[in-house]
């Protein structure tokens, strides 16, 4: 059985809601890639459509957009996401996960794009 906790970030209101999904609504995020959009109508935003930017796994690896496949890696760092270096140049060797959604990630952060449609 997957589960995935979804965290909905609106920038339009600056709020974020967290939403629970199992099962054949969970098993659709399966395979999706960071930069994917999904349509917001099941999750509260009907007319917008959902963007994944990322997530992380149950030991709290996150997942890295440019990092390609869906296991984790070991990837030279200089910033954002996954290391944050104390000085300007800094580089280190950290463990992070690929940009595809697999059934090992328990977190997946979405943010709102795209107008309302409205009189339709």
Do not use: C, W
Request: no cysteine; net charge positive; aromatic share 4%.
């Amino acid at each position: 059985m997957v589960e995935f906790k979804l965290v909905i970030s609106n920038p339009e209101d600056g709020t974020s809601k967290a939403v629970t999904v199992t099962d054949a609504q969970a098993q659709s995020f399966v395979g999706l890639r960071v930069g994917d959009s999904i349509s917001g109508e099941a999750f509260g935003f009907p007319g917008k459509e959902l963007i994944i930017t990322g997530g992380s796994d149950k030991s709290g690896i996150p997942i890295r957009p440019d990092v390609p496949g869906g296991g984790k890696k070991y990837v030279l760092l200089s910033g954002p996401p996954g290391y944050h270096p104390k000085k300007k140049g800094q580089r280190e060797r950290r463990l992070v996960r690929g940009n595809v959604i697999t059934e090992d990630i328990v977190q997946i952060n979405l943010v709102v794009k795209g107008v309302e449609k409205k009189g339709e």
